[in-house]
């Protein structure tokens, strides 16, 4: 990806995507987490090789629930090793998706579109 280090490359991310007003913060684990009343977005360049996997947790026990009865969610779990693995079954953590692209405001573009589609499905459910 960038010559950045990964977790800063995701801060730039994060910054790209959503603004500077949103509350966040950066670790080299996960990379950048932004907060919102009801979920967690992780900005995770570590679940995939070469790739920035864009992903929710769900804070809101009642949207967690509405989503597992109502909508069609690529839920997700990760091994001990802190691979991604797809899971059948609600696990309270979403995949909006998986990107790779060098050029930040590429990655944007595409990581914007799936977060508009992800608060477009639980606004349903507020």
């Given at each position: 990806?960038?010559?950045l ?7 730039a991310l994060?910054?790209k995507?959503?603004g ?26 570590r679940?995939?090789?070469d790739?920035?996997?864009?992903w ?12 597992a009865k ?5 839920w997700?779990?990760?091994d ?5 693995l ?6 309270n ?5 998986e ?10 573009g ?7 589609h992800?608060?477009q ?6």
């Amino acid at each position: 990806m960038a010559s950045l280090p990964h977790y800063k490359f995701a801060e730039a991310l994060l910054k790209k995507v959503l603004g500077t007003k949103v509350p966040y913060t950066i670790n080299e684990f996960f990379g950048a987490i932004a907060f919102y009343e009801k979920y967690q977005l992780f900005f995770d360049m570590r679940a995939k090789e070469d790739n920035v996997v864009v992903w929710a947790s769900i804070t809101d026990s009642r949207l967690s629930e509405e989503l597992a009865k109502n909508a069609d969610c690529r839920w997700i779990s990760f091994d001990d090793n802190g691979k991604l693995l797809l899971s059948g079954k609600c696990t309270n953590q979403v995949l909006l998706g998986e990107f790779n692209d060098d050029k930040l405001v590429d990655l944007a573009g595409g990581i914007k579109t799936a977060l508009l589609h992800f608060q477009q499905r639980i606004q349903a459910f507020a």
